[in-house]
């Protein structure tokens, strides 16, 4: 049982590529997130899922894509990478009892 | 929307008890989480406090005040692992939406 697993772990671009993080959990949960964590910032939510092949608008959707496109994954996308998307991103799912479960964080560095 | 203030540190020393407070504004309120992250790691569920009053789980426990919109996590018996960021953390009624407090750091000194 992995739980929630994040690919890649570290990934450096330069300003204007695109990449595509995904994030993978064997719970069978419906509710998929994706968050940044910037020093001093805590968690803000990008976008989340409530269920396949639903999308919603978190805090701070601006520069990126997501999709559903099956239960298990969640993919989060940037178009045109710019360097303020520096950051670590987590991916996390929701348990029944609505606790969320993180994945170990993908490190983002955009030059 | 939702804002959600939580002080940026605290220090306490091992064995101490400590308290940090969570205050959050609304348009709706399902409920306040703690997580706890250790170095930048995957953060882990501490707690949950649907209605008022405390909840208890080990050196750990959580209250809610729905009224005074406010809530805190209460670590007892400090050990040095202890030193972390707690989050706290507001779910929205109806939708998925889980916002997040900006996190204190807690720093435990022998």
């Known amino acids: 049982n992995a739980g929630v697993t994040q690919t890649p772990k570290f990934r450096v671009l330069k300003t204007g590529q695109s990449m595509t993080l995904l994030c993978a959990q064997d719970?069978?949960?419906?509710?998929m997130y994706w968050y940044r964590q910037d020093p001093g910032m805590g968690l803000r939510l990008i976008h989340y899922?409530?269920?396949?092949?639903?999308?919603a608008k978190g805090e701070v959707p601006d520069g990126y894509n997501v999709s559903r496109l099956k239960k298990q994954n969640f993919l989060l996308g940037l178009e045109s990478a710019a360097p303020s998307q520096t950051s670590v991103y987590f991916c996390a799912s929701k348990g029944d009892t609505g606790e969320l479960f993180f994945g170990e964080g993908s490190r983002l560095t955009v030059l | 929307g939702q804002s959600l203030e939580q002080p940026s540190e605290v220090t306490a020393v091992e064995g101490a008890i400590v308290q940090i407070n969570c205050t959050y504004q609304t348009s709706g309120f399902y409920g306040l989480s703690w997580y706890q992250q250790h170095d930048g790691g995957a953060p882990t569920f501490l707690s949950y406090?649907?209605?008022?009053g405390l909840e208890e789980t080990g050196r750990f426990s959580s209250f809610l005040s729905r009224s005074d919109s406010y809530g805190y996590l209460l670590l007892q018996e400090l050990q040095m692992k202890d030193s972390a960021s707690y989050f706290c953390?507001?779910?929205?009624?109806?939708?998925?939406?889980?916002?997040f407090g900006q996190g204190t750091e807690l720093s435990v000194k022998p």
């Open positions: 953390a507001v779910r929205e009624p109806g939708g998925g939406k889980l916002i």
């Open positions: 719970m069978n949960h419906e509710y």
């Open positions: 899922s409530v269920g396949e092949g639903t999308t």
């Open positions: 406090n649907g209605l008022d």
